[in-house]
Nanobody, 118 residues
Framework: QVQLVESGGGLVQAGGSLRLSCAAS????????MGWYRQVPGKQRELVAR???????NYADSVKCRFTISSDTATNTVYLHMNSLNPEATAVYYC????????????WGQGTQVTVSS
């Protein structure tokens, strides 16, 4: 079974930076996209950033110009560089990987907590 393992979360002061990392325990073939989502209790999980196999990126409006997503497809690793963090960024961040072999399959990490203090 493929497992996505996130790391890099924690407590940071407002204005600080964090880098999240996500790696697959087993090679995933035909990756079409990798990304990061976040969720606050009681609210829907939302897209933070996504990068396709063609290197196209999408960001939530709230994180544009502050967060940067990057990936290394060869190692099935995706990163999220978070700068100028504010308390609104506090959430559980989930790694996501999509693969397409005839049909699309989606993999999710267990999540890593990011807490930004003011």
């Amino acid at each position: 079974q493929v497992q996505l393992v996130e790391s890099g979360g924690g407590l940071v002061q407002a204005g600080g930076s964090l880098r999240l990392s996500c790696a697959a325990s087993r090679r995933i073939f035909s990756i079409s996209a990798m990304g990061w989502y976040r969720q606050v209790p009681g609210k829907q999980r939302e897209l933070v950033a996504r990068i396709t196999s063609g290197s196209s990126t999408n960001y939530a409006d709230s994180v544009k110009c502050r967060f940067t997503i990057s990936s290394d497809t060869a190692t099935n690793t995706v990163y999220l560089h978070m700068n100028s963090l504010n308390p609104e960024a506090t959430a559980v961040y989930y790694c996501n990987v999509e693969s397409r072999v005839g049909v699309t399959r989606t993999y999710w990490g267990q999540g890593t907590q990011v807490t930004v203090s003011s």
